[in-house]
């Protein structure tokens, strides 16, 4: 027993590696698909900074690290929508890739545990993700001649470790939605759209209309977004902020357990019926 105890959690980790090397082969068959991620992902940051740059009075801010408050605010914002697309569209949209092409169904006859299989993909998606964050952040210091500065580092840290174990549960619950509901794309428009919109992503909640505001606020993204920003940029946070930690340390602890338990008892279910690989 207690040798079956021992080797669990190294077959895990196993199963964790064989995924995500899997994953980054296949990554790497179709070159093309690698550079117009590299090339597009920063040319949309690029572009709608911009913009930035171009409509927010000079007079309304501040400088972080030489480069105005607006602009860091929608460089840290960018990196939140990246991070957010791992779950969103890295690992439910390719589970779903999975089941239209009839190839699910194997996936799931593996004898390794699911959730790990997939988690194996989402690091690997979470790996390629944080290089085009890092040569994005090297462009934008190289183009204005300027750093970008992260007041509390280890504060942002382990605020950006809460976002992602939010960010795993999520990515588990959209990938047993996969499963459940067969209109992906469109169920995972309106969440990133809303995620941009309501979570305090790109700008302020306090710029919303009061209802949509208090809507804001029930959605646990607000919160780890809110505490990620206040780490990088000394921002006042919606809560008072150690009241603030203690949401964001309990929504990503509960997204985490809650997506696990969902991933699982969606897959038992549709093991129950039969509807794996229906398309």
Known sequence: MNSQNTNYPSRLLGEFKASFLKDLRSYFRYPAWIIGEFVSTPLWFFFFALGVTLFVPAASTTNVGGLSSGLTSFFFGFVFIVLFSTSLWGVGQSVRNEQTSGTLEQFFLAPANRATLILGRWARIFLTDSIIIGYTTFLLCLLTGTTIVVLNLPLFLLS?????????????????????IKAYNSIGNMTFFGYMILTGALFPISVLPTPVRYFSMIIPFTYLNDIMKHAALGTQTILPQTLEYVVAIVAAVSMMILGFVAFNKIEQNARVKGSIATS
């Open 160 to 180: 950006l470790g809460l976002y992602e174990l939010s960010l795993i549960g999520f990515g588990l619950f959209m990938a047993g939605l996969t499963i459940r």
